[in-house]
Each structure stands twice: as C-alpha cells, then as structure tokens.
C-alpha cells in the first residue's frame, strides 16, 4: 500500500506522527512517504540548515520527503498563525500534484487547513483520505484565546464539516473527541478511536532507578502555551516553598507564555522553580529519569475535558507517577493505568496537595505505580500497536474504494 502522510509538522519538529510513525509503517510492509513544510515549531523560528524556498527534497532514514513553503510563525499573533497555516495549505496543495500518485492520504489536524491538498487530490484524482484529528477545532482556538473573532470561528467550522464529508475515515485520540464529531453528524461508523503513542526515544520503566532523592522533583516537559495554564505551578510552588522545601517544579520547554510566566516566578521569588529551556528530545530520557513525578496540565476548559494531552503517553511509558491537572478522558487514563493522581486543573492548592499526597507514599509504592504505567502503555498504547491500527483503518479504506 502507497501511504502519503500529509502534515504541517514532521520531523526535526516535535511532532508524534512524524518520522517514527512513518518508519514504522514502512517497517510493517508499507511504501511510505511524506508532504511537509520547513520546521518552525514551535518556536516559529526555521530550524538551522533550513531556509524557506519553492520544494525541497530530502531523505529520513529511506522515507522521501517533499518540504513545501510557509510562512514561519507560532506566537501570539492570530495573523501570524493564519498565514503561517494558510501558506501552507496553498502550498501543499499544489504539492500533492508533484507527487505521485498514492493509494491513500493520511492528514494530520491541526490545523485542518492541511487537509486542503488531500480535498483536491480526492476531486481530481480520487484518492481517499484519512483525517486524523488530534485538537478539537473551533473549540480549542476559543479556549486558549488564539481566535475570538465569531467571523472567523464560522468560516473554520464551514471547512471543518466540508472536511469531514470527504474523508473517508476520521480518528480521533480519545472517546470524548468521538462523542463530539458524532454528536456534529459524523457518522459513527466513519469515526475511529486510535490513542497517541510517545515519541520514540522517550525513556522507559527503568528510569525510577536513576532519581535524585534529595529533591522532589515534578517535571513538566513540553509547549509553554496559553492552553497549558501554567500559572497554576507558581500557585502551588507558593504554597509548598515552606511545607516542603525539597520540593522543586522544573519546566523544560517553550512556548507563548513562557516569557511570562519566567517573568512571574522571578518577580515571586519562587527559587523552587527551575526554567530549562527547550531541551532537544535526547534529554528527555535523563529528564524523566530524575524525576519524582511527572506533571500535565490543561486550563480547566469543557474542551479539554475529552482531549488527552499527547505527554500523556511519553509520562506513562517513563515509568514515573503522574500528576494529572485534566479533567475527563486524561484523567480516566491515568487512573485506569493505577499511574497517578488526578487533581483540579487551574487549582494551585489542590496541585500542591497532590505533591503531599504522593510524597506521604513510600518509593516503593510510588516504584509500583510507575510501572504500572509503564506496563499500561505497552499493552494500549506503543507505536506498533498505534500504527497496527491505522494501518486496518488505510486497508478497509482502500478495499471499500476499489469495491
């Protein structure tokens, strides 16, 4: 079977359905290859070697790669991001015509602009897509505050359901996301629930053996942004620099609000706060490593309640506890895992008491449920088992067209 992945991220970007998820797909028997943009992401910066130009063709470990223009942009600014996604939806679409011809087109979302070249190349040239929906859009703009403007959030909604109508399959990464589309007239038969994997590289059960005991480390790894409410750690991290003193929060990442919330910390004097930066992603097996628990975090929005934060899956196959500030499906995962504690997101105290909670365990007990987590992710959730399963969806596709 010829896969094309269309997607605006891939790989030296972060990104869970990059370069791993195609490997892996050639890896059980498929011919695979890919239609990108420049990397930017997420620090709307192009990555060093790249520059913005008509096509660039490349090879990753034996997958072609065909890089499309965009317009290099991932802050604040609501401009910014439209003509950073709209350029490229311009540009891949004419470039799924350069390419030949595959028998199916698995699209990442967001942004759902991206799924513009697999609408043409399905009109003109009757290839089916996959769309593969990882944020809930309009929704998700409107809980981070990125898009308000009801003009626009019509216009996205319009393409959306335009969308849907012509892919052949849709999944989604968890059963709140499935209700949602069903409840918008998706049919449910079109619909397949297909949860994110890690990246590959990320640390396994055995990690728990390397902490530093003496701190109490919980590490939050990842995108620094206005939907990650980060503003609740500076609120638990002042209330526990007194009553656990051992206690440390250490941020690794980047994103629109860590200027911010850096600038915050420094002005409330919270020393128990360590910023690192954006690490590249070989750091983060030692980063987990040294951690006591692992934090995630959503404001508390309706939205996010049927999402799961794809750091879910690379904490889980750590082998460390977990903090749980999401409500919903996120929170239903860990527990089900027996892997952590959920608390209420955007609640500092009860972020804190958390910290207590899993703090008044013994290593050993705390051991245990990490490796339940670990044990949890290798049975639902690995990359074989998550690209086993798309490859069913890209198989039935494919016999229903050529029925």
Same mark, same amino acid.
């Given at each position: 079977?010829?896969?094309?992945?269309?997607?605006?991220?891939?790989?030296?970007?972060?990104?869970?359905?990059?370069?791993?998820?195609?490997?892996?797909?050639?890896?059980?028997?498929?011919?695979?290859?890919?239609?990108?943009?420049?990397?930017?992401?997420?620090?709307?910066?192009?990555?060093?070697?790249?520059?913005?130009?008509?096509?660039?063709?490349?090879?990753?470990?034996?997958?072609?790669?065909?890089?499309?223009?965009?317009?290099?942009?991932?802050?604040?600014?609501?401009?910014?991001?439209?003509?950073?996604?709209?350029?490229?939806?311009?540009?891949?679409?004419?470039?799924?015509?350069?390419?030949?011809?595959? %028998? $199916? /087109? @698995?699209?990442?979302?967001?942004?759902?602009?991206?799924? !513009?070249?697999? #609408? *043409?190349?399905? &009109?003109?040239?009757?290839?089916?897509?996959?769309?593969?929906?990882?944020?809930?859009?309009?929704?998700?703009?409107?809980?981070?505050?990125?898009?308000?403007?009801?003009?626009?959030?019509?216009?996205?909604?319009?393409?959306?359901?335009?969308?849907?109508?012509?892919?052949?399959?849709?999944?989604?990464?968890?059963?709140?996301?499935?209700?949602?589309?069903?409840?918008?007239?998706?049919?449910?038969?079109?619909?397949?629930?297909?949860?994110?994997?890690?990246?590959?590289?990320?640390?396994?059960?055995?990690?728990?053996?390397?902490?530093?005991?003496?701190?109490? %480390? $919980? /590490? @939050?790894?990842?995108?620094?942004?206005?939907?990650?409410? !980060?503003?609740? #750690? *500076?609120?638990? &991290?002042?209330?526990?620099?007194?009553?656990?003193?051992?206690?440390?929060?250490?941020?690794?990442?980047?994103?629109?609000?860590?200027?911010?919330?850096?600038?915050?910390?420094?002005?409330?004097?919270?020393?128990?706060?360590?910023?690192?930066?954006?690490?590249?992603?070989?750091?983060?097996?030692?980063?987990?490593?040294?951690?006591?628990?692992?934090?995630?975090?959503?404001?508390?929005?309706?939205?996010?309640?049927?999402?799961?934060?794809?750091?879910?899956?690379?904490?889980?196959?750590?082998?460390?506890?977990?903090?749980?500030?999401?409500?919903?499906?996120?929170?239903?995962?860990?527990?089900?895992?027996?892997?952590?504690?959920?608390?209420?997101?955007?609640?500092?105290?009860?972020?804190?008491?958390?910290?207590?909670?899993?703090?008044?365990?013994?290593?050993?007990?705390?051991?245990?449920?990490?490796?339940?987590?670990?044990?949890?992710?290798?049975?639902?959730?690995?990359?074989?088992?998550?690209?086993?399963?798309?490859?069913?969806?890209?198989?039935?596709?494919?016999?229903?067209?050529?029925?």
């Amino acid at each position: 079977m010829k896969i094309l992945l269309l997607t605006q991220w891939f790989d030296p970007e972060p990104c869970f359905k990059g370069l791993a998820f195609a490997r892996e797909l050639k890896r059980q028997g498929h011919e695979v290859s890919v239609l990108t943009g420049f990397p930017n992401y997420p620090g709307g910066r192009l990555y060093p070697g790249y520059c913005v130009k008509p096509w660039q063709r490349e090879t990753m470990d034996g997958i072609p790669i065909l890089r499309v223009p965009l317009y290099p942009s991932h802050d604040r600014s609501a401009l910014g991001r439209i003509l950073n996604y709209t350029s490229f939806a311009v540009a891949a679409a004419i470039g799924v015509f350069a390419l030949p011809k595959p %028998d $199916v /087109v @698995y699209v990442y979302s967001p942004p759902p602009t991206a799924a !513009l070249g697999a #609408v *043409l190349l399905r &009109a003109f040239r009757g290839v089916p897509f996959v769309l593969d929906v990882q944020d809930m859009w309009p929704d998700t703009l409107g809980a981070t505050g990125m898009v308000s403007h009801s003009g626009l959030i019509a216009c996205i909604r319009w393409w959306l359901h335009a969308v849907y109508r012509r892919a052949a399959r849709i999944t989604v990464l968890s059963r709140g996301f499935f209700t949602l589309l069903a409840a918008r007239g998706v049919p449910a038969d079109r619909i397949t629930v297909i949860p994110n994997w890690s990246l590959e590289g990320a640390p396994g059960g055995e990690a728990s053996k390397q902490e530093d005991t003496a701190f109490f %480390d $919980v /590490v @939050y790894a990842g995108n620094i942004g206005l939907g990650q409410g !980060l503003e609740v #750690v *500076l609120d638990a &991290a002042t209330a526990l620099r007194q009553r656990m003193p051992n206690v440390r929060f250490l941020i690794a990442g980047d994103g629109v609000d860590a200027g911010q919330l850096r600038a915050d910390a420094a002005a409330q004097g919270l020393g128990n706060i360590v910023f690192l930066g954006r690490l590249p992603p070989t750091d983060m097996p030692k980063l987990f490593a040294g951690a006591t628990a692992l934090l995630v975090h959503l404001r508390d929005e309706p939205i996010f309640a049927v999402t799961i934060p794809s750091k879910t899956q690379a904490y889980l196959r750590a082998g460390k506890p977990i903090l749980m500030g999401v409500r919903g499906d996120a929170a239903d995962m860990v527990r089900d895992a027996g892997a952590g504690i959920a608390f209420e997101p955007g609640n500092g105290k009860a972020l804190a008491e958390a910290v207590m909670e899993l703090a008044s365990l013994s290593d050993a007990e705390r051991a245990a449920m990490g490796a339940s987590g670990a044990d949890y992710y290798r049975r639902h959730l690995s990359l074989e088992v998550g690209a086993a399963a798309f490859i069913r969806v890209f198989e039935r596709v494919l016999g229903e067209t050529r029925a």
